[in-house]
């Protein structure tokens, strides 16, 4: 028997702004960061800053992944939210883009954070390119708010 409920208009904006939101959570980090004394970065000890950092990387890209996901209005499962379900005008939002993500850019993401295979951890050296991701996307996550109301 399914039990799913059905998610009213407002149910579904709201879980689309929450995955957006999700997507800066790596800009929130960066502020909030800069202005953390020393004494408190030290006194973390093993959760030090440099792993929330990384962390917060890793929820922005997911978030992405997850809003890529939306706007390319294919379901692969019944219950997945597309943006035809909030007649999102797609085109507009991507500003004639095919996808938010290239597939090299999603590739990266899902075998790099997604999934847990060898290339689970972005080295160091590739955080320049998980954050330029992130910058590159961002128009189009203010075209998507916009288009929600928000």
Avoid at 6 to 31: A, I, S, Y
Avoid at 88 to 106: F, H, N, P, Q
């Amino acid at each position: 028997m399914d039990l799913q409920l059905k998610l009213t208009q407002f149910e579904m904006v709201q879980r689309v702004c929450v995955v957006l939101r999700g997507c800066e959570t790596f800009e929130h980090w960066q502020n909030v960061a800069t202005k953390l004394p020393e004494q408190t970065k030290a006194d973390w000890g093993r959760t030090s800053p440099y792993y929330v950092m990384r962390g917060s990387i890793y929820f922005s890209l997911i978030s992405l992944r997850s809003l890529d996901d939306f706007l390319s209005n294919r379901r692969p499962n019944s219950d997945d939210l597309i943006a035809k379900d909030l007649a999102i005008d797609v085109g507009k939002v991507l500003s004639g883009a095919d996808r938010l993500l290239s597939t090299s850019e999603r590739r990266k993401i899902n075998k790099g954070m997604a999934h847990l295979t060898k290339n689970v951890i972005i080295r160091d050296d590739e955080l320049g390119a998980a954050l330029e991701i992130l910058s590159k996307s961002k128009p189009t996550r203010l075209r998507l708010s916009n288009e929600l109301g928000e």
